[in-house]
């Protein structure tokens, strides 16, 4: 473990990662410079929260200067690994790292890492509650919620910490969690990683520091996922709503179960899921596996399973209007999620979808649009590729209409929704084309729909 006291750390990034991480190496005794390719004025609630601090600030480009004298270069999520600073640091040698890694470096408690495609913020947010009804002192963070990196030393040997990771974050640790899930891989950030066998790569980063003791827990019904079991060190269990697994969770005959020793526990029947969307049982199934990994007991994973309800941003329902429901998922950024989404319903849908192109295949997922949607209104940036991808042959919508902005979109909605629909934001893409993370567009979706009459 690197010694931070008196170290010359420069993060690259200054959002919620980086703020963080920023606070907690100045309380370490770390020369703390932050870098952001962003103005001071596009910053402003970031630099507030280091305001006072002995923080050095160099904003609006990453010049490389900035490597002379460091010791350490800390990377926030969104900074990607082939700019030129990065580049020049790995061939100086100066170690690269970010908050998870730091983190998991210091951590006394008992850490599960969850990573995936999708479904790792139900999955994890999931876990979380499972422990907390086992009566674990409980931690839940990484790439949802508050950076942990900030309450590490406060973190006792016996308590639970559950972290989202991305694949981003897993690219460059050299560090793996007691507990790490995969819970599928699908194309994604292919913008990022260039090719699937990259992303798998950086996916698969999470089980290749584990060793004999630990536990590996992969989605069985997905074969990126389950190809990984030959990469795990420790002790493997999978999760599958297709087939009864010989250690982890299963369905059987419309029940979910538990096995992690040579008794098959039931949790609870498929219909006393709270969470809507049958893909949500594999969600139920996976947080299972990683909580009875982590201790809890079948009582209190049984007990969450029947309790949780979901996250925010993630198939939200926000108000009824005039008979029309209104959902907020702006967490689903891939058009993957998009058709999970529109599965999880059986009303007729008035669709919005854009943002910032990740340029990921629109064709498949424009099929389940034609066939589950009345209404697409398409936005932002990625507004005209998805009207193209949904004027192919084949694929017919009662209306489709594109828009510039998200308030747009939410107004035309209003006017276009009957009663008995369901208005449905699941964009597809990242937010970054208007908005800072998912999580600000969905508060602005929620305060479009709230100012309805």
């Known amino acids: 473990m ?112 969850i990573t995936g495609t999708s479904g790792k913020t139900t999955t994890t947010a999931l876990v979380g509650a499972m422990c907390q009804a086992a009566g674990f002192r409980t931690w839940v963070g990484g790439n949802i919620g508050n950076p942990l990196i900030e309450f590490v030393e406060e ?63 992969l989605g069985y019904d997905d074969p990126n996922a389950r190809s990984l079991a030959a990469a795990v060190r420790g002790r493997l269990r999978f999760f599958s709503r297709e087939r009864e697994v010989a250690r982890g969770a299963f369905l059987r005959e419309g029940t979910l179960f538990l096995r992690l020793g040579s008794e098959a526990w039931p949790i609870c029947r498929v219909e006393e899921v709270r969470l ?55 967490i689903a950024t891939t058009p993957e999620r998009v058709r999970v989404a529109l599965e999880a319903f059986e009303e007729p849908i008035v669709l919005l979808a854009g943002g910032r192109d990740k340029g990921l295949p629109w064709e498949e997922t424009a099929e389940v649009i034609a066939r589950r949607a009345r209404v697409l209104i398409a936005f932002g940036e990625l507004g005209d590729r998805i009207v193209e991808a949904a004027r192919v042959d084949g694929v017919v919508l009662e209306h489709l209409e594109r828009v510039a902005t998200l308030e747009e979109a939410v107004a035309r909605a209003a006017g276009l929704a009957r009663p008995g629909e369901v208005v449905l934001l699941s964009p597809g893409g990242t937010s970054f084309d208007a908005y800072r993370d998912f999580e600000e567009r969905g508060m602005h979706f929620r305060q479009l729909v709230e100012a309805l009459s």
Request: a neutral charge; charged letters at 25%.
């Open 2 to 113: 690197r010694e931070l006291r008196g170290a010359r750390v420069v993060i690259l990034g200054l959002g919620r990662q980086g703020t963080a991480l920023a606070r907690w190496l100045v309380r370490q005794g770390a020369e703390v410079t932050v870098s952001d390719r962003q103005p001071a004025e596009r910053l402003g609630r970031f630099l507030q929260a280091l305001e006072g601090l002995p923080v050095r600030y160099v904003l609006g480009d990453h010049p490389l200067s900035l490597l002379e004298g460091c010791d350490l270069l800390c990377l926030s999520g969104g900074v990607p690994l082939d700019i030129p600073i990065v580049q020049e640091a790995v061939q100086r040698g100066i170690p690269l790292a970010n908050d998870a890694q730091l983190f998991l470096e210091r951590c006394r408690g008992w850490t599960a890492g």
């Open 155 to 217: 973190i006792g040997p016996e308590d639970r910490v559950i972290l989202e990771l991305s694949s981003f974050q897993l690219e460059i640790m050299t560090v793996s969690p007691r507990v790490a899930a995969v819970l599928n891989i699908a194309p994604n950030h292919l913008d990022r990683h260039k090719t699937m066998e990259a992303y798998i790569a950086a996916k698969q980063r999470i089980l290749d520091f584990q060793d004999v003791e630990d536990v590996a827990v």
């Open 276 to 330: 809507r969307g049958r893909h949500n049982l594999w969600n139920v199934l996976a947080a299972a596996a990683v909580a009875g990994s982590l201790g809890a007991d079948i009582g209190a994973i049984r007990e969450a399973a029947l309790t949780f309800s979901g996250v925010p941003h993630r198939l939200e329902q926000v108000r009824e209007v005039r008979g029309v429901r209104y959902v907020n998922d702006s």
